[in-house]
């Protein structure tokens, strides 16, 4: 039964450009959470999707970023016009329901140059 | 606010020793308590969780306590080996949600 996975493990974009985070969860789980972290620090929380449906974006900047989890596929983490601040580790966790364990994939390494 | 408050930041604790983590939270009507592990590299890795209907749980060597009243949360990891040295970090939902909110961390040393 795989874990959570996330691809790419590592990202190198130049400023301005695009970054897309791909996350397709444990097998049975329909909700998705994305966490961003930064060096030596905790995981802040960024948005938590269901199938098609975006429950909480409280945490996620409300300009370049957007996050989907389509019906078929996996959940898209997407940053617009890339500065060197969004450098950093972003991780998916999913969960088979709400107010459930939940579990996280190996995370994304975003560096921008 | 939403607050989870971690400590110590930093726990150098000599091997076979026991360690203890202690976690303070804000809002009262959290009722889950995770406790992750995470390795250099990886990601967080669930080890043990507590509901507020239980005091005490317990797997192996690692246990977890909850005060409820306090609005406290410890881990306690006993008999401590060296595969043990990683950075654990409490977390406890907010507002009834599934919005999960993390202490900072602790990286635990294990000493030879």
């Known amino acids: 039964n795989a874990g959570v996975m996330q691809n790419p493990r590592h990202l190198v974009r130049r400023r301005g450009q695009e970054a897309r985070l791909r996350c397709s969860p444990m097998k049975g789980h329909s909700h998705v959470y994305w966490y961003r972290q930064l060096p030596e620090e905790g995981l802040k929380f960024m948005v938590y999707l269901q199938k098609e449906n975006i429950i909480d974006e409280s945490g996620m900047p409300k300009e370049r970023f957007s996050a989907e989890f389509p019906k078929e596929g996996p959940s898209i983490l997407r940053i617009q016009q890339v500065v060197r601040g969004d450098s950093a580790a972003y991780f998916c966790?999913?969960?088979?329901?709400?107010?459930?364990?939940?579990?996280f994939g190996d995370g994304t390494r975003l560096s921008i140059l | 606010g939403e607050n989870v408050e971690q400590h110590p930041s930093t726990l150098s604790v000599q091997e076979g020793d026991s360690a203890v983590i202690k976690c303070t939270y804000s809002?009262?009507?959290?009722?889950?308590f995770p406790w992750y592990k995470q390795e250099l590299g990886k990601g967080p890795q669930l080890i043990i969780d507590?509901?507020?209907?239980?005091g005490e749980k317990k797997d192996q060597r690692i246990a977890v306590t909850l005060n409820k009243t306090a609005k406290h949360f410890s881990l306690h990891i006993t008999e401590t080996q060296p595969e043990d040295s990683a950075v654990y970090f409490c977390?406890?939902?907010?507002?009834?949600?599934?919005?999960?909110?993390f202490g900072k961390g602790t990286r635990l040393h294990i000493l030879p």
């Open positions: 966790a999913s969960s088979p329901g709400r107010n459930q364990p939940q579990h």
């Open positions: 507590i509901r507020s209907n239980v």
């Open positions: 977390a406890a939902p907010m507002n009834r949600d599934d919005k999960i909110i």
């Open positions: 809002d009262s009507a959290s009722n889950y």
